[in-house]
């Protein structure tokens, strides 16, 4: 008698529905969900890969690399018979390559011995004040790097748009890139060597430069080839900066060519629309290129 | 003095100057916009008209503020969904497999498309989708840009989400599957609550990212002066309208395109010094 009220006192409170099933179900739906939005993430990618190879690749030959850009007049001929049109990107190649160059020239010593000294002074107050405002750098959208480097170089140095305004924006975007890469990967080298070359009574410059910089080369490598690859794109700085111009011009006071602009002028220019495609091919390949590489460097490492 | 001293003094000098540029851009930035804002005062920041007419000159921020908020929000809504299931498919799902290390090589190379790509693709591609589909007349607008920003910040709303996702410890899933938990529940009572700061900071990060953005949008938000009626509609943004008019202003007018750039410096500097904060909170 006892027991069966109190089964009929329990029995409303605990209420076992087996849905176990809709459960299921749900999850099934959900993995599924995952996945489609997955595929969808990365097939802006395929798209764009396969419309730059597939519209590029006609346009890409030997005076793709030697010539200079056509002028509207060219390009138009080349389309009303039918041709491809003729002349390159070479002004946009050593324009892009000067001011990357300069660039790097810049931003490598000055961010390899500031990431240097963030590592020799972890957690000071000064130190990590630098570690933030380089943080707050990183941050900084190119368009206003660009005004930065109107203001201080096109307005008072060169006296006009220059590679080397472009230069100083581009080095201010890599700076913190390797500022942060020469810290993290000075944090992997093995404390115990420093020590033994102190040990032997090894000067402190040439612990840095002996030592710490060789024993991390890999790293520093890859963090510089990644900032350079994220410069090599740039557009936006360039227009307020290098200006663009349709020679070869190797002269750091003048103003000059870039793939990126090119790419901007062909874009704006309804007769030259066809190389577009083959000049952005051209940038997304070196950009990769460097990305492979500095990745291969890193995988090699973490073996 | 002995070498060492030299050679910390060195150091510290080169250390300076990060100092120096970051103090200097705030400075010339400040300096390049004082005219505009001694003529219009702080209202510049909420008038919306832009008129260059000679002698009725008038230059407001509001248009381009808008417009660079409302696309890189709606950016970060419709990058959200795609960021987030990557994230699970790649930390989570299918965890250490050859299929997510090639998604996630996939997803890296994204970042490695330069921004004026993206605009050609979204012109040639993206524009001529938007219009069969008769959601828009000529393609361009807000709503265009903001897809094509979703896409470009991709890569930077998944690597730290992949990260935290990834670091939640193995005991509390097994925990709860030996509690009868489907992988779902996993996911939404065990992942989520503990990789949740990681994830919401990455996702204001990649909101950094696309306050920033230039030519893309320039080539896609259709550039017109005017606060949108609808995320449908043209408009334009902060670094779009520096872009397009910086190399013929002079006067005023660069003086107004400068102190838009201090805006934007502003806004991206607080986006991620708040992201930051997160991260830190997190550590």
Request: charged content about 15%; hydrophobic content about 55%.
């Amino acid at each position: 008698m006892i027991s069966i009220t109190i089964n009929r006192n329990i029995s409303p409170s605990i209420k076992f529905k087996d849905n176990s099933n809709l459960r299921k179900l749900k999850n099934r739906i959900f993995k599924i969900i995952i996945i489609i939005l997955s595929i969808i993430t990365i097939s802006p990618i395929v798209l764009i890969l396969s419309k730059l190879v597939i519209k590029g690749f006609r346009q890409i030959n030997i005076d793709f690399f030697t010539q200079v850009a056509p002028d509207t007049f060219e390009a138009m001929m080349a389309i009303a018979s039918g041709d491809v049109i003729p002349g390159g990107i070479a002004n946009g190649i050593t324009g892009t390559l000067l001011i990357v160059i300069i660039a790097s020239v810049i931003a490598i010593p000055i961010g390899v011995i500031t990431g240097v000294y963030l590592y020799e002074n972890q957690g000071k107050k000064y130190a990590n004040l630098i570690r933030n405002l380089s943080d707050i750098l990183q941050g900084v959208p190119s368009i206003v790097l660009g005004i930065i480097g109107y203001l201080w170089v096109v307005l008072r140095v060169t006296n006009g748009f220059s590679a080397f305004a472009g230069s100083v924006a581009l080095s201010i975007m890599m700076l913190p890139l390797i500022v942060r890469s020469t810290e993290e990967t000075m944090k992997m080298v093995p404390e115990n060597i420093k020590e033994a070359a102190a040990a032997l009574g090894v000067p402190y410059h040439k612990i840095i430069l002996r030592v710490m910089i060789p024993s991390s080369f890999s790293g520093l490598l890859t963090g510089i080839l990644l900032a350079i690859s994220r410069v090599l794109g740039e557009t936006a700085p360039l227009l307020l900066t290098t200006l663009g111009s349709s020679f070869i011009n190797l002269n750091i006071s003048k103003p000059t060519s870039a793939v990126p602009l090119l790419i901007w002028n062909f874009y704006n220019d309804p007769n030259m629309i066809n190389l577009i495609w083959s000049s952005s091919l051209f940038l997304i390949g070196l950009v990769l290129a460097l990305n492979l590489i500095a990745k291969r460097i890193i995988a090699r490492r973490e073996k | 003095m002995n070498s060492e001293k030299i050679t910390k003094h060195v150091l510290f000098t080169v250390s300076l100057i990060i100092l120096i540029i970051s103090t200097g851009i705030l400075a010339s930035l400040i300096k390049g916009a004082m005219p505009a804002f001694k003529e219009f005062g702080l209202k510049f920041i909420i008038a919306p008209d832009w008129n260059p007419t000679e002698g009725r000159e008038s230059y407001g921020a509001l248009v381009f503020i808008f417009g660079t908020i409302t696309s890189s929000l709606l950016a970060l809504i419709l990058c959200i969904p795609l960021a987030f299931s990557t994230s699970l498919f790649i930390a989570e799902y299918f965890k250490k497999t050859r299929i997510a290390s090639i998604l996630k090589t996939l997803v890296d190379l994204l970042a490695g498309v330069p921004s004026i790509v993206y605009g050609l693709w979204g012109f040639y591609v993206l524009r001529p989708a938007i219009i069969s589909l008769g959601i828009n007349d000529q393609g361009f607008g807000i709503f265009t840009s903001s897809l094509i920003l979703a896409i470009m910040i991709i890569p930077y709303a998944t690597s730290l989400s992949n990260e935290v996702i990834a670091m939640v410890p193995d005991e509390l899933k097994e925990a709860a599957y030996s509690l009868g938990a489907t992988r779902l529940e996993v996911i939404f009572r065990v992942i989520i609550p503990n990789a949740r700061s990681g994830i919401v900071a990455s996702y204001i990060l990649a909101l950094g990212r696309a306050l920033g953005e230039t030519m893309a949008v320039t080539m896609l938000i259709g550039n017109a002066n005017v606060i949108p009626k609808s995320i449908f509609s043209t408009g334009n943004s902060m670094a779009s309208i520096i872009a397009n008019q910086f190399g013929e202003a002079d006067g005023l007018k660069l003086s107004s395109l400068i102190a838009i750039g201090l805006l934007l410096f502003a806004i991206t500097a607080i986006v991620n010094a708040f992201g930051k904060f997160v991260i830190n909170k997190l550590s």
